[in-house]
């Protein structure tokens, strides 16, 4: 199936560990995106790639760090992890880094203990 | 700074109603605005957009009306059936591909 795919899709992990995130899409799209979605639901954006290159870096603190090896491809690396950093994380993609439809994956609920 | 927010954090209708779900934006310069919908442990799924050139838009059993005089969104989904049941998101993209989302707002259909 074309789609955007995510793994784990759990991950149960404790403070000051360090987990990665896969994100990997078929959709032929050359931009991709990492969001966060929080307990209450808002959901805000963290990282996007065009083209391998980061284009939107929030103000996401450098303990983060995302990896495009390739167009298809958006990893998610963080270190130190913290109680805060439990959240559902999203993967999305779209054709086009100015706008247009994104697709997204079907999350990576993140908790650390 | 910008924001985007719904106006009512649950919705509850009855199955083959009309829902009508709301969202003020508070940057005049947005230009594209997206309805998502959250089903419970998936990602956002795409409904429909709308440019800030247009009025109106018409999908599938929804229509996205936007005002920018009042900086007003609403989705208005049509007969509501029991796989409505969700989060609407709405989100503002100013062509730079950063997606401000609102809060979101859960639908809840009654049989």
């Known amino acids: 199936d074309t789609a955007v795919s995510q793994t784990p899709k759990y991950l149960v992990t404790q403070m000051g560990n360090d987990k990665s995130i896969k994100c990997e899409q078929n959709l032929g799209h050359d931009t991709m995106y990492w969001y966060k979605q929080d307990s209450k639901k808002f959901l805000k954006i963290m990282f996007s790639y065009n083209n391998k290159e980061l284009i939107i870096n929030e103000t996401v603190p450098n303990r983060f760090s995302p990896k495009s090896p390739d167009k298809a491809h958006l990893n998610l690396h963080i270190n130190s992890l913290e109680l805060g950093d439990s959240a559902v994380y999203f993967c999305a993609s779209s054709q086009g880094g100015g706008g247009g439809e994104q697709y997204f994956g079907p999350g990576t609920r993140l908790t650390v203990t | 700074g910008e924001s985007v927010g719904l106006h009512l954090p649950t919705l509850s209708v009855q199955e083959g109603d009309n829902s009508i779900i709301n969202c003020a934006y508070s940057n005049s310069a947005s230009d594209y605005f997206i309805w998502y919908k959250q089903e419970s442990g998936k990602g956002p799924q795409f409904i429909i957009d709308?440019?800030?050139?247009?009025d109106k838009r018409q999908g599938q059993r929804v229509t996205v009306l936007l005002n920018k005089t009042v900086k007003h969104l609403s989705l208005q989904i049509a007969a509501t059936q029991p796989g409505d049941s969700a989060v609407y998101f709405c989100a503002e993209n100013k062509n730079t591909g950063k997606l401000i989302f609102g809060q979101g707002t859960t639908l809840q259909v009654k049989p």
């Open positions: 709308i440019r800030s050139n247009m």
